[in-house]
């Protein structure tokens, strides 16, 4: 998601972050609803500065608190004010200048000095502040830099800091950049922890000796730290564009993490939250002074309002003259995506329920597939007395697609003739794609279950049949118009 910071501040987690922010006695009912209202804007505005959520907490009604905090950057934007549809230009920076060895070894982030970029994303939001569109750029994307010739995107930031960076990204996208905002890594540890965790959901096995991750297909809760890994990651089939795919998710579960209850309710979480992010940030001039504003703007935004995109490419193992392996954009489906950014229109249409394909596995009732397997986490019981039936049935469900993270155990009673896919209540969808996978099952609510799906296996197993769930593509091919997710459908079920 990004590289490395040099702020010592940042690299001690799990130490004291809530610095200077105060909570404000309140004084009656319109000023309480006042102030959670600035600190759920604040919290929206910097969850979309992108991966740290940076600019939340509305300052505690300080007014120059998060301006205080936030540092200022030179990035040769025009700026403008905080109304109309706007392009910021998000970076992550990897700096390791000031680590030390131990810091370097804990983060497995290497010695070398300098400065270079680790993330780049272009957040535009709409005219009327309800809707925010978030485009990936592929780091390895080659294209030209100004004055200095074809190089990777990522080069641009090393050979003229933010400015050319920002020159580079206008001339590769077509798109006005107004705002800047560049981040850190150690910064981005510190604001996972704040927040007690996120949930990541991997379909695929992760083994990373560079930066110590091993995950294999399931849900987990990771730390700041392991968060970081699983967010910088290629070590992959898909390598960066799988890594751009992770950093999505673990953006759409930290906004939704952010402006749960369980954060928003609580000072204290909130307040080191709060004191975190905003340090981690180096944002224009213009921007700095307009955050607030900017953050009332966008008090209605909601997951459902966020939309992810990444640039349709043409060609994943470009070489490059050089002799590098890089990317090349599907040139006029990326001019497609940057002309309806740039019209201000909406990549994801309204919520509504797809009409299926007829590549599209029907359902058992007839109702369209809406969830993917490998968004699906499933528990595995042997229900018979048949050796080994369980195992056999983790065995076809991870083969299908499905995240089944544990391995199979057993029901206390042995003599079940059916297959049953017990569920807890609102994951009738999931479901009802398991029960697509497997014919013939019986599908029970559990309210026991909480958010979880059981399958317990019986006597009259069917096997599992390999579903198809009509869904958006993350990286559109050269013939068909760029598509998006949006950060609630980014979320993992669990």
Request: charged share 25%.
């Amino acid at each position: 998601m990004r590289g490395s910071e040099d702020d010592e501040s940042g690299v001690r987690v799990g130490g004291d972050a809530y610095g200077g922010v105060r909570v404000v006695p309140r004084r009656d009912r319109r000023s309480a609803r006042s102030a959670r209202s600035r600190r759920r804007n604040l919290i929206v505005a910097g969850a979309l500065s992108a991966v740290v959520l940076a600019g939340s907490g509305a300052a505690w009604s300080l007014p120059n608190y998060a301006a205080s905090k936030i540092g200022s950057v030179d990035a040769g934007v025009p700026g403008s004010q905080s109304t109309g549809a706007m392009n910021i230009l998000l970076v992550g920076v990897d700096k390791r200048d000031n680590l030390t060895r131990k810091q370097q070894n804990q983060l497995k982030l290497g010695r070398e000095s300098g400065q270079r970029t680790d993330t780049m994303m272009v957040i535009h939001l709409s005219e009327d502040h309800r809707k925010i569109t978030v485009v990936s750029l592929p780091r390895d994307t080659w294209t030209t830099v100004p004055g200095k010739g074809d190089h990777k995107i990522n080069a641009a930031y090393q050979l003229g800091g933010p400015k050319l960076t920002t020159r580079t990204v206008q001339n590769a996208t077509g798109l006005t950049i107004h705002h800047y905002v560049e981040v850190n890594v150690l910064g981005f540890i510190n604001v996972v922890d704040a927040l007690g965790g996120v949930s990541v959901c991997t379909p695929v096995a992760i083994d990373d000796p560079k930066t110590a991750l091993q995950l294999q297909p399931g849900t987990y809760s990771l730390d700041g730290v392991k968060a970081l890994a699983y967010a910088r990651t290629r070590a992959t089939a898909r390598s960066d564009l799988d890594r751009i795919d992770r950093q999505q998710q673990v953006i759409s579960a930290l906004l939704s993490q952010a402006l749960s209850g369980d954060t928003m309710t609580n000072p204290v979480k909130l307040a080191r939250f709060v004191d975190t992010t905003l340090g981690t940030l180096r944002v224009d001039d213009a921007l700095r002074e307009n955050l607030l504003g900017l953050a009332d703007q966008l008090k209605s935004v909601s997951t459902d309002d966020v939309a992810f995109a990444t640039v349709p490419i043409a060609d994943v193992d470009y070489r490059t003259p050089t002799g590098e392996s890089a990317v090349l954009w599907d040139k006029p489906a990326a001019r497609e995506l940057f002309r309806r950014i740039a019209a201000d229109e909406q990549l994801t249409g309204p919520s509504k329920t797809p009409a299926p394909k007829a590549s599209a596995t029907p359902s058992p009732s007839g109702t369209p597939l809406t969830v993917p397997p490998s968004r699906i986490s499933v528990r595995v019981l042997n229900g018979t007395l048949i050796t080994g039936l369980g195992a056999r049935t983790r065995q076809e469900l991870l083969k299908a697609g499905f995240l089944v993270p544990e391995p199979a155990g057993d029901t206390q009673r042995r003599d079940h003739k059916e297959t049953i896919i017990r569920h807890g209540p609102g994951r009738e969808d999931s479901a009802r794609t398991l029960a697509a996978a497997l014919p013939g099952a019986d599908v029970r609510l559990a309210e026991d279950l909480g958010d979880r799906i059981e399958v317990i296996t019986g006597q009259k197993y069917p096997g599992v049949k390999k579903v198809t769930v009509e869904e958006a593509s993350p990286t559109p091919s050269p013939s068909t118009t760029p598509t998006a997710r949006t950060a609630t459908q980014n979320i993992c079920k669990k």
